[in-house]
């Protein structure tokens, strides 16, 4: 049995087959299997036989289970597709949005944002600072292509090439 990144409730896109492009809610999951059931999406055309005078049959739409490796997470927070990482918060372990740091676990969304904004401040922190001497010699560099870029050339007329051979003609 296999650990899945989605979960039910999730909103994913779909991002290989038939289906791609389009956004659903997850209404199942089956980690055994590795397949998500969508609202909506890979509806299949089901023939039913009524098994008593009280049922009727015909033709029945449902929605089909799809693989799980061909939908992708929507994080809630900054409404982007995005991978799933993983982080510890309170001794628990919390699905995260890569793009943007913000959990995509209801109940510890505020926990984590206060954890990234303290790592990026202590990464901050702990980072060297640029210098201004470099910053200079990159806009001089900027500055002397772009001298070099707005040279004039001129052109020859072709068109009276043309002219010419036609009165010939």
Do not use: W
């Not at 023939?47 to 809630?76: F, T, Y």
């Amino acid at each position: 049995m296999a650990k899945l990144f989605v979960k039910q409730g999730d909103t994913v896109v779909v991002i290989a087959g038939k289906e791609k492009g389009k956004t659903a809610k997850v209404l199942e999951v089956s980690p055994k299997d590795s397949k998500v059931l969508l609202d909506g999406v890979n509806v299949v055309t089901k023939h039913q036989k009524p098994r008593s005078q009280q049922d009727k049959g015909g033709l029945i739409k449902k929605s089909a289970l799809l693989e799980a490796s061909n939908v992708m997470v929507i994080c809630p927070a900054c409404g982007k597709a995005t991978r799933v990482g993983h982080k510890e918060v309170d001794g628990k372990n919390v699905r995260i949005c890569k793009k943007c740091g913000a959990s995509l676990d209801k109940a510890y969304s505020k926990q984590v944002k206060k954890q990234t904004k303290a790592d990026k401040k202590a990464d901050a922190s702990e980072a060297p600072k640029a210098t201004k001497t470099t910053k200079a010699k990159e806009t001089t560099k900027k500055e002397s292509a772009e001298k070099t870029t707005t040279k004039k050339t001129t052109t020859k007329k072709a068109p009276a090439k043309k002219a010419e051979k036609s009165k010939e003609e």
